[in-house]
T-cell receptor, first 110, second 116 residues
């Protein structure tokens, strides 16, 4: 079973920041937090991952709380093409598989 | 540098036939993962393979499903005697050898299997 909980859906106005929360209260010390998204029925797309520190790349920023029990994915300037299901995943230590939950369906509107 | 290649993109099979889904990982990636996504549902892990080895098949149905990743050639997911409930999107992902969990996967575009 997935070790994360996310809101089922969120809306965001185009051009505004989209902040997607994720709870992972049982995360272990060496487990990473990954974010993927799936646009329509395409293959999932990697966005970003982190362990303890906040991370930023060309797509998004990842803010991880100090106790690591939750995180937030930030899309700084959402566009219509960012409409997708966003998955927050904790990587199970000692294995290589990713376990997907139900994700957050983000709808960006004009 | 091509991404993960899956073929065919769409596959239609009659009940009782066999379905073969192929996945070529990214260059330099030696790990392959198969996932299934039923309509309106999330992705479910099926199997994790390295070259010539099945590492984790905890998500594979006990019957009719098998997977291989030979020394040469693509990974194959094989479904024998397909039933309507097998209709789904099947995604393959690949990754380089893990060094502690810091590497992400790259997914293919999937194969949509329809059983009629």
């Amino acid at each position: 079973d997935a070790k994360t909980t996310q809101p089922t859906s969120m809306d965001c106005a185009e051009g505004r920041a989209a902040n997607l929360p994720c709870n992972h209260s049982t995360i272990s010390g060496n487990e990473y937090v990954y974010w993927y998204r799936q646009i329509h029925s395409q293959g999932p797309q990697y966005i970003i991952h982190g362990l303890k520190n906040n991370e930023t790349n060309e797509m998004a920023s990842l803010i991880i709380t100090e106790d690591r029990k939750s995180s937030t994915l930030i899309l700084p300037h959402a566009t219509l093409r960012d409409t997708a299901v966003y998955y927050c995943i904790v990587r199970v230590w000692g294995t290589d598989k990713l376990i997907f939950g139900t994700g957050t369906r983000l709808q960006v509107f004009p | 540098n091509a991404g993960v290649m899956q073929n065919p993109r769409h596959l239609v099979r009659r009940r009782g036939q066999e379905a073969r889904l192929r996945c070529s990982p990214m260059k330099g990636h030696s790990h392959v993962y198969w996932y299934r996504q039923l309509p309106e549902e999330g992705l479910k892990f099926m199997v994790y393979l390295q070259k010539e080895n099945i590492i984790d098949e905890s998500g594979m149905p006990k019957e009719r499903f098998s997977a291989e990743f030979p020394k040469e050639g693509p990974s194959i997911l094989r479904i024998q005697q397909v039933v309507r409930g097998d209709s789904a999107a099947y995604f393959c992902a690949s990754s380089p050898p893990s060094a502690g969990g810091g590497y992400g996967y790259t997914f293919g575009s999937g194969t949509r299997l329809t059983v009629v």
